[in-house]
């Protein structure tokens, strides 16, 4: 069955400090889809990211990194120099196969807060 | 105006009572979906809807319906509303995948909170 940890259920940082919030999956799957989405408190989601299982590419947009490593099935995310704005739980997810109940697996959620 | 609108934003309701929440698109996809996030077991998927003709239950579909009415539009009801249908009820779309693609990224409508008393 998929499975997607997150193991930090909260992080606080000071702003200015870099962050790497933790994603480890389970799939067996090889082709597969990892997102990261953002859940700020206002409540809505926001995506973030989608990276295919054959791009192990690192992605940087602005102050945000991803590192992926299939060799340790790991989806980091990194928020360089932090901001309060940042504060935020945010979600690493992966693709169900086709057909299944669920589409996409989401981890439980790491709640950053970032103090000023 | 957002691409991805929930009516209402929050409701409070009894048991027993039959509730729709709505959910509406302006951008063009294909595929819709309904969450419901609780504290804990994070987001669960409902029911999703790959076009008009095309609806499938997805994790948690008991005491719950969909009515696709149009492609912008997808609605979710509670025949008869339970107190743990209490949560944070998501709509989301995508497009649907192109040729040698699984699927895309979900966008996200701003939720609704529904609370069964």
């Known amino acids: 069955a998929q499975k997607v940890t997150q193991a930090q259920t909260e992080i606080s940082v000071v702003e200015k400090e870099d962050v790497t919030l933790d994603c480890v999956y389970e799939?067996?799957?090889?082709?597969?889809?990892l997102f990261w989405y953002k859940q700020p408190p206002s409540g809505e989601l926001v995506f973030l990211i989608r990276?295919?299982?054959?791009?192990?590419q690192n992605e940087i947009s602005g102050r945000y990194s991803w590192n992926f490593q299939k060799s340790t099935s790991s989806f980091n995310f990194t928020i360089t120099a932090s901001q309060v704005v940042d504060s935020a739980v945010y979600f690493c997810a992966l693709s169900e196969p086709p057909g299944s109940a669920r589409q996409l697996t989401f981890g439980s959620g790491t709640q950053l807060t970032v103090l000023p | 105006d957002a691409d991805v609108t929930q009516t209402p934003r929050n409701r409070i309701t009894k048991t027993g009572k039959r509730i729709m929440l709505e959910c509406s698109q302006t951008k063009g996809h294909d595929r819709m979906y309904w969450y419901r996030q609780d504290p804990g077991l994070g987001l669960r998927l409902i029911y999703y809807?790959?076009?008009?003709?095309?609806?499938n239950k997805g994790e948690i579909s008991d005491g719950y319906s969909v009515s696709r009415q149009a492609q912008a539009k997808f609605s979710l009801s509670l025949e008869s509303a339970i107190p743990n249908q209490t949560a944070l009820y998501f709509c989301a779309t995508s497009d649907s995948p192109s040729l040698g693609e699984l699927l895309y990224e979900q966008y996200f409508g701003p939720g609704t909170r529904l609370t069964v008393t």
């Open positions: 990276r295919n299982s054959f791009d192990e």
């Open positions: 809807s790959f076009d008009v003709k095309d609806i």
């Open positions: 799939t067996r799957d090889t082709t597969y889809y």
